[in-house]
C-alpha cells in the first residue's frame, strides 16, 4: 500500500507505470515532468515512499528533480528510467541521475523487472 510517484512526459509508459504498481498493490500519483513532481511531492508531505522517474523530461529534467526531492526529504528512494542510449547521454541528465537514484531502469524493462526493482528498494532487508 505505499505510496510511489511515477514522473514521464510519456502518456502511455506514466500509465502503464502506474497500473502495474496499482495491480500489485501500490497506491500511486502521477505528472509528466519535475516542476509538477515537486508540488506533487509537497501535497503528500511523508506519504510518498518512492519517487519513480524518467530522465530527459520538459521544464524539470529528472537529474534536477532528484536534487530537489533529496534536499526536501533525504531519505526518500528513487528509481529513475530512461530509454536513451549510451551514445545519446551528451545533453542529458543520465550521469548525474544514475549517481543520485538508487536504481536505474533502461527502457524498456519487464513488469517483472520493475517490480522486483520497486521491492527492493521499499524493503531492502525482504526477499521478493
Do not use: W
Not at 89 to 102: C, F, M, R, V, Y
Request: one cysteine or more.
Amino acid at each position: 500500500g505505499e505510496l510511489i510517484l511515477v514522473v514521464d512526459d510519456d502518456t502511455a509508459i506514466r500509465g502503464m507505470v502506474c497500473q502495474l504498481l496499482e495491480t500489485h498493490g501500490y497506491r500511486s500519483v502521477n505528472c509528466a515532468d519535475g516542476v509538477d513532481a515537486i508540488a506533487l511531492f509537497n501535497a503528500h508531505p511523508g506519504e510518498i515512499s518512492l519517487v519513480v522517474t524518467d530522465v530527459d523530461m520538459p521544464r524539470l529534467g529528472g537529474g534536477a528533480l532528484a536534487r530537489a526531492l533529496l534536499q526536501l526529504r533525504p531519505d526518500i528512494r528513487l528509481l529513475a528510467m530512461s530509454g536513451l542510449s549510451r551514445n545519446e547521454t551528451n545533453g542529458s541528465d543520465l550521469p548525474e541521475i544514475q549517481k543520485l537514484a538508487h536504481t536505474f531502469l533502461r527502457k524498456p524493462f519487464t513488469p517483472e523487472d520493475l517490480l522486483g526493482a520497486v521491492h527492493r528498494l521499499l524493503h531492502p532487508r525482504e526477499k521478493p
